[in-house]
Nanobody, 127 residues
Framework: QVQLVESGGGSVQAGGSLRLSCAHS????????VGWFRQAPGKEREGVAS????????YYSDSAKGRFLISQDGAETTVYLQMNNLKPEDTAMYYC????????????????????WGQGIQVTVSS
């Protein structure tokens, strides 16, 4: 059974930072992707960043590139999303998810290829 648990969300002023954590367990194959996605009310879920667990290769959406950093711990049991220079448009529910194969990020609808999801955590950025 695959389990993913997000933490670290909350409220922050524009320009501030947050670090999200995704603790994951239950993988049967190490060559998997872990991704961060977000969804605002009334909008489609979109990919933010992803990482290939085995090799550490990372991917970012255009909006995340240059502001967000995805990483994992040495034990490869936790994936982080460091979010800097947050903007009001970053406000959304953020989800951690995983898939067994790749590519980890193939476009704005990459979320459709991820099979296991965490419960989500709210990030609110105010101006």
């Amino acid at each position: 059974q695959v389990q993913l648990v997000e933490s670290g969300g909350g409220s922050v002023q524009a320009g501030g930072s947050l670090r999200l954590s995704c603790a994951h367990s239950g993988y049967t194959w190490s060559r998997t992707c872990v991704g961060w996605f977000r969804q605002a009310p009334g909008k489609e879920r979109e990919g933010v960043a992803s990482i290939y667990r085995n090799g550490g290769v990372t991917y970012y959406s255009d909006s995340a590139k240059g502001r967000f950093l995805i990483s994992q711990d040495g034990a490869e049991t936790t994936v982080y999303l460091q979010m800097n220079n947050l903007k009001p448009e970053d406000t959304a529910m953020y989800y951690c998810a995983t898939r067994s194969g790749g590519p980890c990020f193939s476009g704005p609808r990459t979320y459709r290829t991820y099979d296991y999801w965490g419960q989500g955590i709210q990030v609110t950025v105010s101006s």
